[in-house]
T-cell receptor, first 108, second 113 residues
Framework: EDQVTQSPEALRLQEGESSSLNCSYT??????LFWYRQDPGKGPEFLFT???AGEEKEKERLKATLTKKESFLHITAPKPEDSATYLC?????????FGKGTTLSVSS | KAGVTQTPRYLIKTRGQQVTLSCSPI?????VSWYQQTPGQGLQFLFE???????NKGNFPGRFSGRQFSNSRSEMNVSTLELGDSALYLC????????????FGAGTRLSVL
């Protein structure tokens, strides 16, 4: 069964304190792994897509990496505006299978 | 470029009623998918429409249905509402099927009393 598990569920950081979010997955035939950011009351906002092990993508303070079993979202020197829920999803056929997300809070 | 538009943003219904939600995809996008988001289950796939045909369906009862029009706009319908149907319903569009990035709307918050 296709499955995505994210950890931790919640993460509190001080501004400037770097950390990583984990996304473990099992899927038959990975067609893509996606990271989204969701702010309260809004829909998920696309961040990255990764297709093969070893691939990395960067955007501002965020960097996503992919192995055959998991993906990491590294956050370098986070700011309060990075506070949000980060969702990981894998493409199974044409559907996205989502993890429950990691809620990140960054305080100044 | 306009994003995915969902209407209405909020709905309050009572048990047993039915509801229709609307989604206008990004211009040029032909695939529309619907998801249900709840605090307990997270985001779960409902169904996908492409070229006015349902191409994929998640594990939801038949009370949940949808359709897509020739201009790619989509509607989803929930009949005989239950309390457990209270959720954020999200629509996502992509240019084509499979492997394409799905862009989400802001969602419709449905409350069933």
């Amino acid at each position: 069964e296709d499955q995505v598990t994210q950890s931790p569920e919640a993460l509190r950081l001080q501004e400037g304190e770097s950390s990583s979010l984990n996304c473990s997955y099992t899927v038959s035939g990975l067609r893509g792994l996606f990271w989204y950011r969701q702010d309260p009351g809004k829909g998920p906002e696309f961040l990255f897509t990764l297709y093969s092990a070893g691939e990395e993508k960067e955007k501002e303070r965020l960097k996503a990496t992919l192995t055959k079993k998991e993906s990491f979202l590294h956050i370098t020197a986070p700011k309060p505006e990075d506070s949000a829920t980060y969702l990981c999803a894998v493409q199974a056929g044409t559907a996205l299978i989502f993890g429950k997300g990691t809620t990140l809070s960054v305080s100044s | 470029k306009a994003g995915v538009t969902q209407t209405p943003r909020y709905l309050i219904k009572t048990r047993g009623q039915q509801v229709t939600l609307s989604c206008s995809p990004i211009s040029g996008h032909r695939s529309v998918s619907w998801y249900q988001q709840t605090p307990g289950q997270g985001l779960q796939f409902l169904f996908e429409y492409f070229s006015e045909t349902q191409r994929n369906k998640g594990n939801f009862p038949g009370r949940f249905s949808g359709r897509q029009f020739s201009n790619s706009r989509s509607e989803m319908n929930v009949s005989t509402l239950e309390l457990g149907d209270s959720a954020l319903y999200l629509c996502a569009s992509s240019r084509d099927r499979g492997g394409n990035i799905q862009y989400f709307g802001a969602g419709t918050r449905l409350s069933v009393l």
